[in-house]
């Protein structure tokens, strides 16, 4: 029995046997040649057998046959290999190794097997662990966020009693203001009168802002009654500047109570926060950011602090009503004068300026005119510069169709200087329009500017009058008769 086919690694070894049946003198043998065979790999496929055994290989060469016959058997198919040598070629691993090998894998399995059990009880018994430590956790901070929205309820409590305190004395201090003020008004009428007359002649804008007859004889009632007048004025500054430390500490107290509010939101909302609800989301790295500025003892500390200086501007303030209410004592018996010379000289000022408003009225009113005139004069001017736009869109148009004709084509003909002489003369008629819009427009803006002026002259006449006429004689014109010492009317 012969095998047929060779492998990439077979190896043709043995002597060289002479061709039976010879009857010539045997040949000499050649050089018997021992190289190492090198098998042709495909591309991508050097390594797939890299579990053959890396040995080498003789190869012989085999002498020819002379006779015929063995010739074409040699040439009709390959050199056999004995079953000896293809078994050597193909035996790896003894069965020894074979189960090793599968005992080995068994132990392996084994032993992953009995590891997984053992990680998964281990696993269980961490979870539930940690699921009860979770929730003691998750218990403690309920109770702890109960326990803060206690003491934020009990210092809310405490602010708003004071808030509530604080305001009411507020609006104690600035009744005695106002009643001070009255008292002030009323007693000190020629003093009151006269320095409301000059601050409200204060406003007088420009050119009125003279020193008129009126303003000397307003000047000369300040001037005697000077003592009351600085004890009223220290006395309604002081209290102005307490009343804006109240309201810093009303601000303060409004702060720290809204404060409490957010927080006290926003501790409920974490209180009544669930495993199951919709609201919760993870926050990676905010357990490591530490923002908080106070601990319990400086945050309790806060808001005592705000209280004890709220109960201390209200003391402050205390103080002030009494000593306001024994000044309204002092200001009893103050004489007034100069009362009719002022008012005389009221009325004189009065009469001039009324005559110099009509005056700047009538001038007024025939620029307004003009202006009218003017702004139509503009107004035709725009719609035909703007009528003037849309032939010249068309020439230009025209004019840039005609460049793309073709080659020759392209010829200065008459339309072609009839488009351009369109377009230059459309071109310099809007230039003369709009060169005398911009004249009519300069017109236009010198007369603005002349009614602008005018308007400002007649409001500063309008606002001088409004002072003397409204302001300054009609508190003059009530001076009271029978007034009433501390009592707001």
């Known amino acids: 029995m012969e095998f047929l086919g060779t492998t990439q690694t077979a190896t043709y070894c043995g002597p060289k046997k002479p061709c039976g049946g010879s009857v010539l003198p045997p040949?000499?043998?050649?050089?018997t040649i021992q190289e190492c065979y090198q098998p042709y790999y495909l591309p991508?496929?050097?390594?797939?057998?890299?579990?053959?055994?890396?040995?080498?290989?003789?190869?012989?060469?085999?002498?020819?046959?002379?006779?015929?016959?063995?010739?074409?058997?040699?040439?009709?198919?390959?050199?056999?290999i004995l079953p000896a040598d293809r078994s050597a070629l193909f035996c790896r691993y003894s069965p020894q190794d074979w189960d090793r090998s599968n005992r080995l894998q068994l132990c392996g399995a084994e032993a992953s097997r009995l590891w997984a059990g053992r990680m998964t009880g281990d696993s269980m018994k961490l979870m539930q662990d940690k699921d009860q430590l979770t929730r003691q956790m998750q218990e403690g901070?309920?109770?702890?966020?109960?326990?803060?929205?206690?003491?934020?309820?009990?210092?809310?409590?405490?602010?708003?009693y004071e808030l509530e305190r604080l305001l009411n004395e507020n609006h104690s201090l600035d009744a005695i203001k106002r009643r001070l003020e009255c008292a002030a008004e009323e007693l000190r009428c020629p003093l009151q009168v006269a320095l409301e007359c000059l601050y409200q002649r204060e406003k007088r804008i420009g050119i009125d802002l003279v020193h008129d007859n009126v303003e000397k004889n307003l000047i000369r009632e300040v001037d005697m009654i000077k003592c009351c007048q600085e004890q009223m004025r220290k006395l309604a500054q002081r209290i102005d500047i307490q009343m804006?430390?109240?309201?810093?500490?009303?601000?303060?107290?409004?702060?720290?109570?809204e404060d409490k509010n957010s927080a006290e939101f926003i501790d409920e909302k974490c209180l009544n926060l669930r495993n199951t609800s919709d609201c919760i989301s993870f926050f990676h790295g905010v357990e490591k950011i530490d923002g908080t500025i106070s601990v319990p003892e400086t945050w309790a500390k806060f808001s005592n602090d705000n209280i004890r200086h709220s109960q201390n501007m209200r003391a402050n303030s205390i103080r002030l009503r009494e000593e306001a209410q024994n000044l309204f004592d002092v200001l009893a018996d103050q004489l007034w004068r100069q009362f009719t010379n002022t008012n005389l000289a009221f009325s004189a000022r009065i009469a001039e300026e009324t005559e110099v408003k009509n005056k700047l009225q009538t001038q007024l009113a025939k620029t307004l005119q003009?202006?009218?005139?003017?702004?139509?004069?503009?107004?035709?001017?725009?719609?035909?510069?703007?009528?003037?736009?849309?032939?010249?869109?068309?020439?230009?148009?025209?004019?840039?169709?005609?460049?793309?004709?073709p080659n020759v084509e392209l010829c200065r003909d008459g339309p072609q200087f009839?488009?351009?002489?369109?377009v230059f003369t459309i071109d310099d008629t809007l230039q003369t329009l709009k060169l005398r819009l911009r004249e009519t427009r300069d017109t236009l803006q010198l007369l603005v500017m002349t009614k602008c002026r005018l308007e400002h002259e007649l409001a500063i006449k309008a606002n001088t009058l409004c002072i003397d006429k409204e302001k300054c004689m009609a508190v003059r014109k009530t001076f009271p008769s029978t007034p009433c010492m501390g009592v707001c009317p």
């Open 244 to 257: 804006r430390d109240n309201r810093d500490a009303q601000h303060a107290l409004e702060r720290d109570l």
């Open 370 to 405: 003009e202006i009218f005139q003017t702004e139509s004069t503009i107004m035709l001017l725009e719609r035909s510069i703007m009528a003037k736009e849309c032939p010249l869109k068309v020439a230009q148009t025209r004019l840039e169709c005609r460049t793309r004709r």
């Open 141 to 160: 901070t309920c109770r702890n966020l109960g326990q803060r929205l206690s003491d934020i309820g009990f210092w809310k409590s405490e602010l708003n």
């Open 44 to 80: 991508g496929y050097r390594y797939l057998n890299a579990w053959r055994p890396s040995l080498f290989y003789k190869v012989a060469n085999a002498q020819t046959c002379l006779d015929e016959a063995a010739t074409c058997r040699s040439a009709l198919r390959p050199p056999t």
């Open 418 to 422: 009839k488009l351009v002489n369109e």
């Open 27 to 31: 040949v000499a043998s050649g050089p």
